[in-house]
């Protein structure tokens, strides 16, 4: 059976950043031919209809097809806490972040967690996030589980820490690598989940912890490793003090094995030359989380950075404020005015796919349309709202009319989402 979605279709041949703007692809009547869970074909919709004349046909009329989107870095544990008052970083994790997380001890609770999450994120948009859960092994099998029963390409990992953290939420190096070595082996490649390594960050790992986590992924290689870099400056001053020996924040993790390709850090934005210089020789992906670093209040990351290494985007959901990936890509226009940049519509939708595909080095199967890429495809109105409708009303070309749904939209203009080649019923 071929499904035939019929739309606006944008796609990506090349990276934006490096490219300029015809890495960028719209067909105005456009086609995506969906076989088996992926795209057998895009192009012209008259050229597609005739080739697929059995094809099921679904037709958007001038909406946009576009990948799914794809949230590099979360903790789905932290839902209900998500817009909580008044705090930075460290005092934000103390007073909110770990007496939730308390709560995961209760799988029950875990999978309750992991299922609203999943629903909230998916009609914003999302089809894929990296997500890290918490110390207690039963909240990867819920999120993991959750993600299967809907066919999502999710990763995930049992988050790291033996100190700096209340009692119930330490392991230890030992606990962490048997846990996390059992975990892998449960789910690492089950239909489309991945296992990623996960210490939470150096403050709340010890060197033992770190080392025994750089063990582990040497022994498992084409994991995934992340980590949380340089998000404040008063965790870069107590990662200091923690680590007298370390040359910089990075140097903590380098040192145990934790930087090379696939390491995939969250936030990094109070970065030295010598990190910079490090985490690009080693192939290293970054993660802005926009809504996070301004809520937090935790500094404004250098998207000048997106054109030497890999860079996806987030909504670090529930430092971030925001579930949706179109409020992140809002923020992250701001934030990279307020550094002087302008970052052109084109490039913020390509880092909410394929950007942050890439970050996830999963650019083969997902974040963009492409023959062979699995179908997670979001369907996009461009008018949803009558505010937003009025502010396109003079648009001359794609970017002019999306441009108002990136700063002003919102679940409302998700019309429609297909997970692995199935429309999501709603
Ligand atoms: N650093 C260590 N843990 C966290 C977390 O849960 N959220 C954010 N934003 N930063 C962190
Ligand atoms: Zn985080």
């Known amino acids: 059976m071929t499904d035939l979605i019929l739309g606006q279709v944008l796609s990506y041949s090349g990276d934006p950043f490096a490219e300029g703007l015809s890495a960028a692809r719209v067909i105005t009547h456009g086609a995506v031919a969906v076989e088996r869970g992926r795209i057998a074909a895009v192009g012209e919709a008259a050229t597609l209809l005739a080739r697929y004349p059995e094809a099921h046909i679904h037709d958007y009329g001038r909406q946009l097809i576009s990948a799914g989107f794809i949230d590099a870095h979360v903790h789905y544990p932290q839902t209900a806490i998500i817009a909580s008052w008044g705090k930075r970083l460290i005092d934000w994790l103390n007073t909110y972040t770990f007496p939730e997380e308390m709560r995961f001890n209760d799988p029950a609770y875990a999978a309750e967690i992991a299922n609203r999450y999943l629903d909230l994120v998916l009609v914003r ?50 606990s962490a690598y048997d846990d996390s070595k059992r975990l892998l082996e449960k789910w690492h490649g089950v239909d489309r989940l991945s296992y990623v390594i996960t210490p939470r960050f150096s403050p709340t790992s010890t060197p033992e912890q770190l080392e025994a986590l750089g063990q582990l992924w040497r022994e498992y290689p084409d994991c995934l490793m992340q980590t949380h870099l340089s998000e404040q400056t008063d965790e870069i001053a107590w990662v200091k003090d923690l680590f007298p020996q370390s040359r910089d924040y990075l140097d903590t993790y380098e040192a145990q094995g934790l930087l090379r390709e696939g390491a995939v850090y969250g936030h990094a934005i109070h970065l030295t030359d ?12 970054l993660v802005h989380c926009p809504t996070s670093n301004t809520f937090i209040g935790s500094g404004l990351f250098d998207m000048g950075l997106a054109s030497q290494l890999r860079v996806g985007l987030a909504t670090d959901t529930g430092g971030g404020s925001n579930f949706s990936m179109l409020r992140t890509m809002a923020a992250a226009y701001e934030v990279a005015q307020l550094r002087g940049q302008s970052l052109h519509p084109a490039q913020l939708w390509w ?26 495809l979001v369907i996009i109105d461009v008018a949803s709202t009558p505010a937003i409708e009025q502010a396109t009303r003079r648009a001359t070309d794609l970017w002019q009319q999306l441009f108002p749904t990136i700063m002003m939209g919102d679940d409302r203009a998700v019309t429609e989402v297909w997970v692995g080649g199935t429309r999501l019923a709603d």
């Open 351 to 376: 880092l909410a796919t394929q950007g942050s595909a890439r970050a996830l080095r999963a650019e083969d199967k997902i974040g963009n349309i492409a023959p062979g890429m699995e179908a997670d």
């Open 274 to 285: 010598r990190e910079k210089s490090r985490l690009i020789e080693a192939g290293a992906s």
């Open 125 to 174: 948009g999302t089809t894929t996030v990296c997500s890290y859960a918490t110390i207690h092994p039963a909240s990867v099998d819920a999120i993991f589980t959750a993600a299967r029963s809907r066919g999502m390409r999710v990763f995930a990992g049992k988050t790291c820490m033996d100190r700096n953290a209340p009692l119930g939420l330490r392991d230890t190096a030992q």
